[in-house]
């Protein structure tokens, strides 16, 4: 076993533990626990978030133990770094990795669970949602940020985002899901587009964050929303050939 906590939780080391150690048997299911289950757990005045990953297939069972790191340490190592960058995400608290002769069997990682008001989903799929241009606009020049300092989110999905208002007309992001991520000197101009591209497949959107994008970035509106949208529909095209090729693989497993 191999159990990392951040300086800043060392005095609840023993809670944390106790509260891996039952994860099974305790706590509040977050969300529907298909792939990756979450559960949450009150402590004083806290509500803290436990993420237990899926169990890895063999290859990946021997994979996160001796050549790359596993999915829990990736999160907590890189919340850390975001933190220290000045990019918001769920505080990080600890990671835990079990192990047996062959590799990893389970691993956990322990965030400060967070409460806000929206993800970045709600703007694609209700567009009369309150101040929802002002949240979009925000949101670009949150993301212009990540790029400006090197950080490449590779799971840069609507749900990944978490919205939450902070005063008038004023928004702070949080990143989640944090195990895939690349960080550069920099980034040049077709890395940044197409890291947006799984955000939304609505072309009213693109146009409003390539504008915005635009009044940052040495490139006009016009050429940044070329890009973004090239990237978008890219991403679009290959996301519904990936489904439909899942779904003759069921008809024909079926």
């Known amino acids: 076993m191999k159990y990392v906590v951040s300086p800043l939780f060392s005095a609840f080391d023993a809670k944390i533990q106790e509260c891996i150690l039952t994860f099974q048997?305790?706590?509040i299911l977050f969300g529907n626990g298909q792939r990756n289950k979450i559960k949450l757990f009150e402590w004083d005045?806290?509500?803290i978030n436990i993420k237990s990953f899926k169990i890895p297939n063999l290859i990946n069972k021997i994979a996160y133990r001796y050549f790359r790191k596993s999915k829990a340490r990736r999160s907590f190592e890189y919340a850390t770094t975001l933190l220290e960058k000045g990019i918001g995400t769920p505080?990080?608290?600890a990671y835990l990795e079990n192990y047996n002769w062959l590799g990893l069997t389970s691993s956990f990682y322990v965030s400060e669970h967070l409460?806000?008001?929206?993800?970045?989903r709600e703007l694609v799929e209700i567009p009369e949602y309150p101040?929802?241009?002002i949240i979009l606009r925000q949101f670009t020049q949150f993301c212009f940020d990540l790029h400006e300092k090197g950080i490449e989110f590779l799971d840069h999905s609507p749900g990944n985002t978490l919205i939450k208002?902070?005063?008038d007309q004023k928004y702070a992001f949080y990143l989640v899901d944090l195990n895939r991520m690349n960080f550069h000197t920099t980034m040049d101009f077709d890395m940044r587009m197409k890291n947006l591209s799984r955000l939304?497949?609505?072309k009213e959107m693109i146009a409003i964050m390539?504008?915005?994008y635009a009044k940052f970035y040495p490139q006009s509106k016009e050429i940044v929303f070329e890009k973004m949208w090239f990237f978008t529909q890219d991403f679009q095209q290959k996301f519904t050939k990936k489904k439909r090729l899942k779904k003759r693989l069921k008809f024909w497993k079926a």
Do not use: R
């Not at 409460?115 to 970045?120: A, H, I, P, S």
């Open 91 to 93: 505080q990080p608290i």
């Open 115 to 120: 409460v806000t008001e929206l993800t970045f």
């Open 45 to 47: 005045d806290k509500t």
């Open 131 to 133: 101040e929802n241009e």
């Open 200 to 202: 939304t497949p609505k």
């Open 165 to 167: 208002k902070v005063g």
């Open 25 to 27: 048997s305790s706590g």
């Open 210 to 212: 390539s504008e915005e």
